[in-house]
């Protein structure tokens, strides 16, 4: 089974550019996560989509992050225009919707998308 | 709100030893899940083992068990038989089972304990 599959692994911008990370969940998972990870920190999440629909969305940067997943599959988040403490790795994660109901069942992440801003 | 703590920035166990990894944790809610998670220097987020708060019994996979005192609210990570592999950082996190309608399945993150085993 592919697990869930991030591009780009490395990103490097200047501050006030923008950028776009891409995520592939595991097939058949109807939740998916976002969450941004600062160096020496625990994950915090930005957003979680349940299909195609947001779940929660309470602690993404309204004014500069957006995400959306279309089709309920992909899923973008994108930073526009991005600022240096912005700098983290991006992880995105799904699982399967009726596990997370049930409040059983781990995340599964994706490796990952470390982006540095200048 | 829900809130992870964990005490112990950076750990130290020897080749073969166990070590035991500290997590508190802060929850009005009677139902939720404990998850710890190890993440290597390469990043990815590996699961390791999972408590849900009404099991009676401690999970345990293979070299892992989780150590959970309800009444305390904590769940510590105990790995036995240490090897060079577990150098790590390791992760415990908090999903409520009902979260008012919202924000349910999210996984809360503690800051994260890394450890070194030595040969």
């Known amino acids: ?118 | 709100a829900q809130k992870i703590t964990q005490t112990q920035p950076g750990m130290f166990v020897q080749e073969k030893e166990a070590v035991t990894l500290d997590c508190t944790y802060d929850t009005s809610d009677q139902s939720y899940g404990l998850f710890w998670y190890k993440q290597p220097s390469s990043g990815e987020m590996i699961f390791l083992i999972y408590q849900g708060s009404y099991d009676e019994q401690n999970a345990t996979e293979g070299r892992y068990s989780l150590n959970f005192q309800k009444a305390r609210k904590s769940a510590n990570l105990v790995i036995s038989a240490s090897q060079l592999g577990d150098s790590a950082m390791y992760f415990c996190a908090m999903r409520e089972v009902f979260a008012g309608g919202t924000s349910y399945g999210k996984l809360t993150f503690g800051q994260g304990t890394i450890l070194t085993v030595h040969p």
């Open chain 1, 1 to 118: 089974e592919a697990g869930v599959a991030q591009s780009p692994r490395y990103k490097i911008i200047e501050k006030r550019q923008s950028v776009a990370f891409w995520c592939n969940p595991i097939s058949g998972h109807a939740t998916l996560y976002w969450y941004q990870q600062i160096l020496g920190q625990g994950p915090k999440l930005l957003i979680q989509f349940q299909n195609n629909g947001v779940v929660d969305d309470s602690q993404l940067p309204k004014d500069r992050f957006s995400a959306e997943r279309l089709k309920g599959v992909d899923s973008t988040l994108k930073i526009q225009p991005a600022k240096l403490e912005d700098s983290a790795v991006y992880l995105c994660a799904s699982s399967p919707a009726r596990r997370v109901i049930a409040g059983v069942g781990e995340l599964f992440f994706g490796e990952g998308s470390r982006l540095t801003v200048l």
